[in-house]
């Protein structure tokens, strides 16, 4: 039977994936001419700063990787890259939000700059998700114990931290909801969505 972690992770990848394409659609849309949806963007941004950098890739530093290092070195450097990438997350988004500022003040070299720096997120973002699912994931199903996926699982499924009345999945799932009921109804899906 698959661990419940390997799920809880996928699905928490699946959100950011949706909120990712979301951002990309908004780009190549204003880039054809469409005018800029400014809440949204600032609800995307808001989002990936407060879940992905702020929560999810954490724990994956701090509990999966953590437990795949503790059983074996032969993914020492794939989690090394990972781990930096995780770090890089972070700086961007502060670059994509001081971008979006100056981009609705009329700073037309800040627009290019955003669509530019949104684009290049999205699509690291996108790989690095990939690289954990494809090829890091097997390698964690292959050597965690029972007890490993437990410890895992129950820091993904944590929703609040007493100590300071954080809840961390709850306030991810607002900005979530924010970000669709600000969203334009899907033109179409697949391909054709994607151009």
């Not at 992905?52 to 954490?58: E, K, L, N, Q, V």
């Amino acid at each position: 039977m698959r661990p419940e972690a390997i799920q809880i992770i996928k699905d928490e990848h699946l959100a950011i994936s949706a909120v990712l394409y979301s951002l990309r659609y908004l780009v190549r849309a204003m880039k054809k001419g469409e005018k800029p949806n400014f809440p949204l963007l600032r609800a995307i941004l808001d989002y990936i700063v407060s879940y992905p950098d702020r929560w999810h890739h954490p724990k994956e530093d701090k509990y999966l990787f953590a437990a795949v290092k503790r059983r074996t070195s032969e993914a020492d450097g794939l989690i090394a890259k990972l781990e930096r990438e995780h770090a890089l997350g972070y700086p961007m988004m502060e670059d994509l939000k001081k971008q979006l500022v100056a981009f609705q003040a009329g700073d037309e070299t800040a627009r290019e700059a955003f669509f530019k720096t949104a684009e290049h997120y999205a699509e690291l973002e996108w790989e690095h998700l990939r690289t954990e699912e494809d090829v890091f994931m097997p390698i964690a199903e292959r050597v965690l114990t029972p007890a490993d996926w437990a410890e895992i699982a129950e820091a993904f499924r944590e929703n609040d931290n007493p100590l300071f009345g954080i809840k961390p999945k709850e306030e991810a799932e607002t900005l979530y909801q924010r970000i669709l009921s600000l969203a334009p109804p899907p033109m179409g899906f697949g391909a054709e969505a994607g151009r």
